[in-house]
């Protein structure tokens, strides 16, 4: 009778998980949309993920943290105007790889296929560079002074083996350039419109719509334990805040970014100190200031923020000072998170960079995340990675 009751409570159990199993793939995001995405809500007790593997060590580590330090009767409690969260965009929240960062991607789409737009001689070649590193092909038309030496079979220029080093500042100069000009609000129309371009390398995804939906759950829970959420991204400020907006739990006022310089459409040269703003002024985007990568990230969050964060999550070498100003002399317990872009199955992973990453959370105490192992789910059930790309 015992070894009876035993096997009704095995099928018993057996079919409840697999009750709730179905329930829960039911439920997925099939297709990311931006309205899907801003639905998508965790309450503060952690109990309602739907995207991670629950068994995971970083998914362990960070609602243990979460628990801990939002608990008024734990020694490691943080006080509410404390609790700062920082976050990466590109690879940390947003597909990076379809096939290289959305700012990157926007910038081609101006420079090379904008019929509005007329570049000159040399911010086509830079731009044609720029593609032909993205892409790994030869420039059918080159423009002497590229650096790019001609092809044996005389097939236009070979790829370069990689981008420039410096390729982060010029981009961002050339990039910026590229906009120069343009209104604020005709900058966001722009963006908004390339946004609702394919994800290139994945089915049934737009560009606009790539933002990892376990991420999106951990701001949504973190939000609901009142932790305040910033991002702070090596991309344009403005481009960060049209992507997040109306997706993500982040206020607008809490992106910081990449800046160029803003101006009145009347001011001309003229410094802002010797100008005065008109009725009829727009404002119009200009020049590169500074890229807000590396140390510049920690400046940043310094001066913009005025406190050190408790959390931060990344992906990049461009994030280690970021992770270390989190963890090193903070006076409250802190973790940093680096996302690995290891999945060659779902996503467009990079096995080589997510070896590198998680040698540097071995080296330095940071948590890796695999995206392979970690996630349930990265998109949405209907999201496929490309058959050829």
């Excluded at 096997?7 to 709730?20: D, G, Y």
């Excluded at 929240?93 to 007329?118: G, Q």
């Excluded at 802002?272 to 890229?291: A, N, W």
């Excluded at 999945?343 to 071995?362: F, I």
């Amino acid at each position: 009778m015992k070894r009876l009751q035993t096997s009704l409570l095995a099928v018993f159990l057996s079919l409840s998980i697999c009750a709730c199993t179905t329930t829960q793939l039911s439920a997925d995001i099939d297709v990311p949309t931006r309205a899907k995405l801003a639905q998508i809500s965790v309450n503060a007790d952690g109990s309602d993920f739907r995207y991670w593997n629950k068994n995971s060590p970083s998914f362990q580590k960070l609602t243990a943290y979460v628990k801990e330090v939002t608990n008024p009767a734990s020694s490691s409690f943080i006080p509410v105007e404390d609790r700062i969260a920082v976050f990466d965009l590109d690879g940390t929240l947003i597909c990076e790889t379809t096939p290289s960062y959305f700012e990157w991607m926007l910038y081609l789409e101006r420079v090379l296929n904008d019929a509005a737009y007329k570049p000159s001689p040399n911010e086509k070649a830079y731009a044609q560079m720029v593609k032909a590193g993205i892409y790994h092909i030869g420039i059918p038309n080159p423009v002497a002074g590229t650096g790019l030496e001609a092809s044996p079979n005389g097939a236009g220029l070979s790829a370069p083996k990689s981008l420039p080093k410096d390729i982060s500042r010029e981009q961002a100069r050339a990039q910026e350039a590229a906009f120069s000009g343009m209104s604020i609000a005709d900058y966001d129309a722009y963006v908004k419109r390339f946004m609702q371009t394919p994800a290139e390398g994945m089915n049934n995804l737009a560009r606009g719509d790539s933002f990892y939906l376990p991420m999106v759950e951990v701001l949504s829970y973190l939000s609901a334990n009142r932790f305040k959420l910033f991002i702070v991204s090596g991309s344009d400020r403005q481009t960060v805040r049209i992507l997040a907006r109306g997706a993500l739990p982040v206020d607008s006022d809490n992106i910081i970014g990449t800046d160029a310089r803003q101006y009145a459409s009347h001011q001309g040269t003229t410094d802002g100190l010797d100008y005065r703003h008109t009725g009829d002024d727009v404002i119009l985007r200009g020049e590169f200031i500074e890229k807000n990568l590396q140390m510049n990230k920690v400046s940043s969050i310094s001066r913009e923020i005025g406190k050190q964060p408790v959390l931060a999550f990344g992906n990049s070498s461009g994030d280690y000072s970021m992770f270390s100003y989190t963890v090193s002399n903070n006076k409250y317990k802190a973790l940093a998170f680096a996302l690995l872009c290891d999945d060659t199955e779902r996503e467009l992973g990079n096995p080589g960079k997510a070896s590198k990453v998680r040698a540097a959370c071995e080296a330095n105490g940071w948590i890796p995340i695999s995206m392979k192992n970690d996630f349930r789910l990265i998109y949405g059930r209907n999201v496929k990675r490309a058959d050829k790309y």
